[in-house]
T-cell receptor, first 111, second 112 residues
């Protein structure tokens, strides 16, 4: 069964706008990761946030984690057409490296 | 630029045939994962290995699927016999215990 659930399932925005995706999970975690998948390609790791962290930045990406609500959000600022992809959150519950992926959010950025 | 490689990239076969997918993890990574992705089920973990030993294959149909790591540079996923419901994209990923996973480009399997 899926651990993470992303919301929304699909998002369409104009270039330059910000995109926010949310992820909820069910059990305690050690870390949460976000991945991007371009159509027909493998997943690419974007950012990892540990359970004792609340916010993390990487370039135009900002990830927050609220362990009390068992939720995380990914914010992409000043979006570009090249950001068009599916975005997945994944949780590592046991510090084993084993990840459980959500169903993903499909983001379309229109030029 | 170290990458996970997978072969073949595409495979079309007929029901009942054996399918073998291969993965070369990134050198130095001691954990290898096999995933299956479909529209209906999303991304499912089939099996994973650490230091070549299988740690968890609970996501894999045991009667027809098998996964092995003959050596540190090769992981294989075999389906025998294949069925149309096995049609999916199969991804291999490698990493270490507390680090991100690096995914290969996938093998798109179509079973007719």
């Amino acid at each position: 069964s899926q651990q993470g659930e992303e919301d929304p399932q699909a998002l369409s925005i104009q270039e330059g706008e910000n995109a926010t995706m949310n992820c909820s999970y069910k059990t305690s975690i050690n870390n949460l990761q976000w991945y991007r998948q371009n159509s027909g390609r493998g997943l690419v790791h974007l950012i990892l946030i540990r359970s004792n962290e609340r916010e993390k930045h990487s370039g135009r990406l900002r990830v927050t984690l609220d362990t009390s609500k068992k939720s995380s959000s990914l914010l992409i600022t000043a979006s570009r057409a090249a950001d068009t992809a599916s975005y997945f959150c994944a949780t590592d519950a046991g510090n084993t490296g084993k990840l459980i992926f959500g169903q993903g959010t499909t983001l379309q950025v229109k030029p | 630029d170290a990458r996970v490689t997978q072969t073949p990239r595409d495979k079309v076969t007929e029901m009942g045939q054996e399918v073998t997918m291969r993965c070369q993890p990134i050198l130095g990574h001691n954990t290898v994962f096999w995933y299956r992705q479909t529209m209906m089920q999303g991304l499912e973990l089939l099996a994973y290995f650490r230091n070549r030993a299988p740690l968890d294959d609970s996501g894999m149909p045991k009667d027809r699927f098998s996964a092995e790591m003959p050596d540190a540079t090769l992981a294989t996923l075999k389906i025998q016999p294949s069925e149309p419901r096995d049609s999916a994209v199969y991804f291999c990923a490698s990493g270490t215990a507390l680090a991100p996973q690096y995914f290969g480009p996938g093998t798109r399997l179509t079973v007719l």
